[in-house]
Structures are given as structure tokens and as C-alpha cells.
């Protein structure tokens, strides 16, 4: 079996379940370390060439991370594709298990079981707060309706205050986040790199979480360490 990985998270997912049939991935797919596969470009405009010369049985995609008429044009020249869009956690957990089967893997590996675990083992929070979650500055991005990470936030006690926004990531000025009056900023490392020292100093008077972007947005191995350190990062804002 010949797979090429057009999603960072599952890149690592199967790198860590099937290193043998991961052939090709993107210049983003930086886990697990040391990944020493042939790179296809960006994960939103791939060298659709490299990929069909690597002779995929699968190529692994997702809605949100890549665009519809790369998909297609796989399809039309006859190069089987599996397509994510988790907006849950357990719709995550539930795409990785449709992963593992397509990869003809009978036992479920153990970051999966431990992702399983770790999730299903978290108390419910005693405590929520509101926050704005941004993505990215200049313009200021943040997160919206129905995805993946915000979900994973709600599970861990914070509200998104964009929650109930019709587009799943919103544009808002920074006067218009301002006006949200959040208890809490969440600031990943990821898409855009968040610090101490770019970003919290928008927000003065509200605490600023920094937390991993990888454990917040990514869907594979990374979800078994995710509760546990996303809750100790926002639990201590600066």
C-alpha cells in the first residue's frame, strides 16, 4: 500500500500507525520528527504531478486544510481519496478510526486508545469562561461556528464568544473583539505564532492563554496529550 498525506495531523497518524505505506507528504507535515518521506508542496496548492508520480493507493485530505478541485482532479484520474472534516471531538476520534481501517489495520494503535481515554476520562468543567480565540493577525481571524477546535475548548471550559457566528472564521476588527468584553484571550502558536509579546498586549486587562496551536487544531496522535496540556496552559494566563 502506497499513501500520500496532505493533512499534517494525519501524516503523523499514519506515521506513527503505517510508517511503511506513507510515501509522500507535504512541506507542512513536521510530525512525527525526522519524517523522511518525498514532500508534494503546501497542503493547499500540492504539485498534484508529484503526487500521481508517487503512485498513491490513498491520498488523505481534509474540507477545511485542502480545496475541493485538487480532490476532484485526483478523482478524475482515477487516485482513490479519503476526505476528513471533523468538527468535534468524537467526530475526530471517529475519522481517525475510519483512517486506521483504510490503512488495513485491525487493532485500533495506542495513541488511539489513548486518545479514546484521555478524552473520555475528563470531568466535565466546574467552571466556564468566555473567551475570543484568535487564529490570526493582521487581519485579525478568529474562531467561529462549528469547528473543530472550539469544540475541544468547550470540553476544557472555555466558551468561544464567536461560537454562535454565522461563518466559522470570522473577521471581527480588533475594537469589534474588544466589545466582546472576554474573561480570557486564547492565543495559539499556530497558524499564526502567537507570544508573550505579539498578541496579549491587544487585549490589556484580560488574560491571554498562549497555547499549542497542534494540540488545539490537530486531529491524530496529538489528542491523547491534548486535554491534559491544553487544560494546565489554560489554567495559568498571562
Not at 476532484?72 to 483512517?99: I, K, M, N, S, W
Not at 475541544?152 to 471550559?157: A, F
Request: hydrophobic residues 45%; proline residues 11%; aromatic residues 6%.
Amino acid at each position: 500500500m502506497r499513501v500520500v498525506s496532505l493533512v499534517p495531523s494525519l501524516t503523523e497518524a499514519v506515521a506513527l500507525t503505517r510508517p511503511e505505506v506513507l510515501v509522500g507528504a507535504t512541506d507542512w507535515c513536521t510530525h512525527p520528527a525526522g519524517l523522511d518521506v518525498a514532500r508534494v508542496g503546501g497542503s493547499k496548492y500540492p504539485d498534484l504531478d508529484r503526487v500521481r508520480a508517487l503512485r498513491p493507493d490513498l491520498v488523505l485530505l481534509n474540507e477545511e486544510e485542502n480545496r475541493r478541485a485538487d480532490a476532484d482532479a485526483l478523482v478524475a484520474a482515477g487516485v482513490p481519496v479519503l476526505v476528513t472534516f471533523p468538527r468535534t471531538v468524537p467526530e475526530a476520534l471517529a475519522e481517525l478510526a475510519r483512517l486506521v481501517d483504510a490503512l488495513g489495520t485491525t487493532a485500533e494503535p495506542d495513541w488511539l486508545v489513548a486518545a479514546r481515554r484521555a478524552w473520555a476520562t475528563r470531568p466535565e468543567p466546574e467552571t466556564l469562561r468566555r473567551a475570543v480565540v484568535p487564529v490570526w493577525r493582521r487581519p485579525w481571524v478568529v474562531l467561529g461556528s462549528a469547528t473543530f477546535a472550539g469544540d475541544v475548548l468547550r470540553r476544557l471550559g472555555v466558551v468561544n464568544a464567536y461560537a454562535e457566528h454565522p461563518e466559522r472564521y470570522p473577521r471581527p476588527t480588533l475594537h469589534e473583539l474588544r466589545e466582546r468584553r472576554p474573561e480570557l484571550v486564547v492565543l495559539p502558536d499556530e497558524p499564526y505564532r502567537f507570544t508573550a509579546d505579539d498578541g496579549p498586549e491587544c487585549f490589556p486587562g484580560v488574560p491571554s492563554a498562549l497555547v499549542s496551536g497542534r494540540h488545539l487544531t490537530w486531529y491524530g496522535p496529538s489528542l491523547a496529550e491534548a486535554p491534559a496540556l491544553l487544560a494546565a496552559q489554560l489554567a495559568q494566563p498571562g
